[in-house]
């Protein structure tokens, strides 16, 4: 009796201790947090090997945030350079720029800028006029820049500015040029009437045409919005018409520039120099 006791005893023991099967210590909540810690780095090394996040791929690349840096400031100096010369003179300019040729540099950087965001260049319109034509005719440039109709033309190309920057370009104020008198069958005044003497130049381009030569002007449309504080259209030809040309075509249905295209009149007459105010 006391054996069958000590065995239920003993199994009654072995019931109240049971063996419990180890169990693994639970993780500090530091242990927890280096592990999510890891989890992250990883997905990133993943995500970085696939080309990185949405997130990282918004931020703009220090390429294209200096380009856009440098663009802004380049149009902050175009503009204030452009203002400078709609408000001196010509020979103002010549001398302005002579004194620093890097800002002649500086002011056709931001130019050029400014034209890709036109649909449409004038200079494309007169060099698509002129190569219609015969390419016997000699064009005189007034304000060439980077001289593109020289480059697009079979045609004699005189090509005139502040600053030359190519052998082929005069430098000069563009109211005294080098060139004869009725020298030419073409003048160009591409998006270049600037200055407060700008009447001067046309005056110029009428003395080195030949009769019956033609006077090509493209200029920002802005510039002859009365409503805007710019010239009355009629105004201005009727002033270019008072130099000794006649009007051959208004052209205004671009939205950015209008062209203006004009002859030199076939008369002995001498005739007043006029202008018209606009900005």
Avoid at 113 to 141: C, F, G, H, K, Y
Avoid at 171 to 177: G, K, L, Q
Avoid at 244 to 268: A, Q, R, W, Y
């Amino acid at each position: 009796m006391k054996e069958e006791a000590t065995s239920r005893n003993g199994k009654r023991k072995r019931q109240r201790n049971p063996k419990t099967p180890k169990e693994e210590p639970e993780e500090s909540p530091k242990n927890q947090n280096n592990d999510k810690k890891r989890q992250r780095d990883t997905k990133t090394h993943k995500s970085n090997q696939h080309g990185g996040s949405s997130a990282l791929s918004k931020r703009p690349k220090p390429s294209n945030f200096l380009d856009t840096l440098r663009e802004k400031l380049s149009g902050g100096n175009f503009r204030r350079l452009n203002e400078k010369l709609y408000t001196c003179s010509g020979k103002e300019a010549l001398d302005y720029f002579n004194e620093d040729p890097t800002l002649f540099d500086m002011y056709h950087t931001g130019y050029q800028q400014q034209m890709t965001n036109w649909p449409e260049l004038p200079v494309n319109s007169i060099i698509s006029w002129l190569s219609s034509r015969s390419s016997s005719l000699v064009v005189a440039d007034f304000g060439c820049g980077d001289a593109r109709i020289a480059k697009s033309v079979k045609n004699k190309v005189f090509s005139f500015d502040l600053v030359s920057k190519d052998p082929s370009v005069i430098a000069c104020d563009m109211s005294n040029t080098p060139l004869e008198s009725s020298s030419v069958d073409v003048a160009v005044f591409c998006l270049s009437l600037m200055g407060t003497n700008y009447s001067s130049y046309i005056k110029e381009a009428h003395r080195v045409l030949r009769p019956s030569g033609w006077l090509l002007i493209a200029e920002v449309k802005s510039r002859f919005d009365p409503n805007n504080g710019g010239a009355d259209p009629k105004d201005f030809v009727k002033a270019v018409s008072d130099l000794g040309f006649s009007s051959s075509l208004k052209d205004f249905s671009n939205k950015m520039f209008i062209l203006l295209h004009f002859k030199k009149k076939v008369s002995k007459e001498k005739f007043h120099l006029g202008a018209v105010e606009f900005k």
